[in-house]
Structure formats: C-alpha cells, structure tokens
C-alpha cells in the first residue's frame, strides 16, 4: 500500500509541477506580453528610442524611391538640397508628428482595453498643411533676399539692353511660376527714372500681358500690375519679384498639397483604418472594423480569465504539491521548491533565448522581396526593422528576472527543506 501511494504521489507530483510550470508561463504571458503591449508606453519608448522623428526628415522624406511625396510636401518649389531637411522640419514639425502618433497610440490601445467603443487611429494633418504655403512662399522670399544684384554696364539703358532685361523678367517670372528661382536680381537700384519707365513698358509688354505663363499665373500678375509697377519704378527688384512668387507659385503650392489632401477626409485626417481598406481589396472598411472589434472581445476574455487561472494554477498548484507530502515537512517544501527550480530554470532559458533571437526574427520578417525588388521604400524598410527589433527587445525584457525570481525561491526552499528539523521539534503535528 505504501508503494503504491508512493508512486501515485510521484505521478501527482509531475503533473502539478506541469501545472506550476504553464501557470508560471500564464503569468509571463500577461506580464510581459498581454500588458505590454496594452501600454501606450511600450510603443511608445521603442519610438523614441529609435529616434523615430528625427529619421523621418533625414532618411524617409530624403529618399528617392518617395521624391514625388517630398516634392508634394515642399509643394513643388524647387528647393535646395540643404534646405529640403529644415523646410520640411517647419512644415510638419517633429513635436507635433510626435503628438499626432502617441495620441493615435493612446487611441488604439484604449480602445484594445476597453475604454473607448470606436476605434480612430488618424493623424491630424490638416493644420500643418494649412501652414505650409506660408512657410514655402517665406522660403522663395528668403531665397530672394539672398539673390545678388547684376552689374550695370552702359547698354543697360539702350533698346537693346532693354529689351533684354525685359526677356530677363519674363524668365524670372516663369521660373517663379515653375517653383525655382532666378540666379540674380536685375540692377534696377542703378537706372534713372526715365530708364525704369522705359524699362516698365517692356516688362509689362513681355512679362505681365504678354508672359508665357499658364493662365491661372498670367492673371495673378496681371491682377498686381499696379504694385509691380511701384516697385520697379522704386528700383526694389526684391519685392517685385516676391509679389510675383506669391501670385504665381500660390497656386503651385495650392495644387500640391490638394494632391496630399485626396488621402485625407473632410476634417483633414489621415484615417489609418481608411487606409488599410485601400491597401486590402478583399476587405471592406466595416469588415476590418469588425475584425479589431473581434480582437477587443478576444483580448477582454483573455485578461478577464487567464489572469486568474495563471494564479490558480500557479500557487494552487504548489499548495497541492505541498498538501500531497502532508505531515512531512522537509517534503512539503522541498517538492515546491523542486517545481519552482524547474519551471523557473526552464522559463529562464526561454526568456533568454527569446531576449536574443526574437528580436533579430522580427527584423527579419520586415525584409520584403528578398529574391526581388522590394515594394517598400529602402529608407521605410530599414526604420521598420529597427522598430520591430526595439519592440521585440522590449517585449522580451521582463521574462527573465521573474523566472530568475522564482528560481531563487526554489532553491532557498530546496535548502530549507533540509532544515526542518529545527522546526518540526516544536510542532508535533508535523515530521
């Protein structure tokens, strides 16, 4: 009788270190799974540490494979290579892309956890490109600031000299219309008055009734010819030329960013979930939808009751290893002790497994195309990479210094179990 009961002990004791050993692997799982990544926090830092907002000016928005993008942006005014980086930087501001994401984050996550019924992930674009013909039309004005004045010379005044800086206009008027600007100013500070009206009537024959510009531009400069005509007969070619930038690159600028706007909704969003229904043809808005709505109710389930059977599980299944070796007490928590150090040793590999390699694994599935070209922008495949490393990093960190806790505590009563002596003297009940 006594072997038997021996070895259903034995038998016992395997399946709830098992059992200890699943709970523990429960409560890794929500600890540092299920909770991190209902942590706006979590997604956050990995973001930061990234420098995520700072390498979308100087890696995504300067690649290549997405100049047609950065040229909307900048709405197609030609700017300097140097200066694409600080333009864009005015335009959307990397503290307000910043706010516009972790809102987005706070959104989502809050709707995963069940503190808001609809799910809207979108960022607000409208206000920066609101803003953003005034930073371009500032930037030509500072452009035209820095442009230097040609030199007189004696035939500046003839007819033919005339003529000439009069097709020079025309082409500076024309190369504002396209978004460049012109190499030089023209020496109007150095002609007399009679030469600025002569000059006057060329211009306003060849550039402002008669320019080759389209007719949206022709008519903004036909509609300031007054205030052109002041400033050229004051020789201030800056602001002519600036009054011509506003009249006939404004509606360059105005149809780029229309272009950007055609993704956004009425209110100047960009809907993520719009976005994913664009991207996905076999599913519609409201099928998706319904698809986060399923995985909301499955993640409530999912906390509501795997919290609780992880802690049965784990410390139940200890308190029955303990119960199964009653009175004897070296037993009773050296078997506890014993399924503490091989779930907690066990748990401790992984954790230090998946610190090590999950995070690489993760990189590694970002790499499209592999045996072709990628359809991913190089830039955005490799800031891709280096987020999902960081998320992978972080989601992984938190399981080996629980597991390492256990495994302590398994060995302290692995130790004691051989000390009980100096107890159970005290206590008769117990062997």
Excluded at 112 to 141: S, T
Aim: aromatic share 8%; glycine share 10%.
């Amino acid at each position: 009788m006594g072997c038997i009961l021996g070895i259903l002990r034995s038998i016992a004791t395997f399946i709830l270190i098992i059992v200890v050993f699943a709970g523990l692997i429960l409560l890794v799982v929500v600890g540092s799974f299920t909770d991190k990544l209902l942590d706006p926090e979590f997604y956050t830092s990995a973001i930061a540490e990234q420098d995520t907002y700072n390498r979308v000016y100087s890696e995504i928005l300067v690649d290549p494979a997405l100049d047609e993008t950065t040229r909307a942006l900048l709405g197609d005014i030609d700017v300097k290579p140097e200066d694409i980086v600080p333009v864009l930087r005015e335009i959307l501001p990397p503290e307000y892309i910043q706010a516009q994401v972790e809102d987005s984050i706070g959104r989502a996550v809050g709707y995963f956890n069940g503190d808001l019924e609809e799910l809207d992930v979108y960022l607000d674009l409208g206000p920066a490109l609101a803003d953003a013909k005034a930073v371009l039309l500032a930037y030509v004005d500072q452009r035209i600031d820095q442009l230097p004045v040609e030199e007189a010379t004696e035939q500046t005044c003839t007819p033919e000299g005339l003529l000439e800086k009069a097709q020079e206009f025309q082409g500076s008027f024309a190369d504002l219309a396209s978004g460049a600007t012109p190499d030089s100013l023209p020496p109007l500070p150095y002609f007399d008055e009679q030469c600025l009206e002569d000059l006057f009537e060329r211009v306003d024959e060849l550039a402002i009734e008669g320019g080759g510009l389209n007719q949206e531009a022709q008519q903004a400069v036909t509609a300031i010819r007054a205030e052109l005509e002041r400033h050229l007969m004051e020789g201030d070619s800056k602001e002519l030329l600036k009054r011509v930038s506003h009249a006939v690159a404004g509606p360059l600028v105005d149809g780029a960013i229309d272009r950007l706007s055609e993704g956004l909704d009425e209110d100047g969003r960009y809907d993520l979930i719009k976005a994913l229904d664009t991207w996905d043809d076999e599913r519609t808005e409201a099928e998706i939808r319904q698809d986060f709505a399923d995985a909301k109710d499955t993640i409530g389930k999912f906390n509501s009751w795997v919290k609780t059977l992880s802690y049965l599980m784990f410390f139940g299944g200890l308190g029955l290893i303990g119960l199964i070796y009653f009175p004897a007490l070296g037993k009773m928590i050296r078997w506890p002790g014993i399924a503490l150090i091989v779930s907690g040793g066990v748990v401790y590999g992984l954790g230090r497994v998946l610190e090590s390699r999950l995070a690489d694994r993760l990189g590694d599935a970002i790499q499209f195309g592999a045996d072709g070209p990628s359809p991913v922008p190089p830039s955005v495949a490799r800031l891709a990479t280096d987020l999902l490393v960081t998320f992978g990093h972080n989601l992984t960190d938190g399981i080996t210094g629980p597991a390492l806790t256990v495994l302590i505590v398994g060995g302290v009563l692995f130790v004691a179990s051989f000390f009980t002596f100096l107890v159970t003297r005290f206590i008769p009940v117990l062997k």
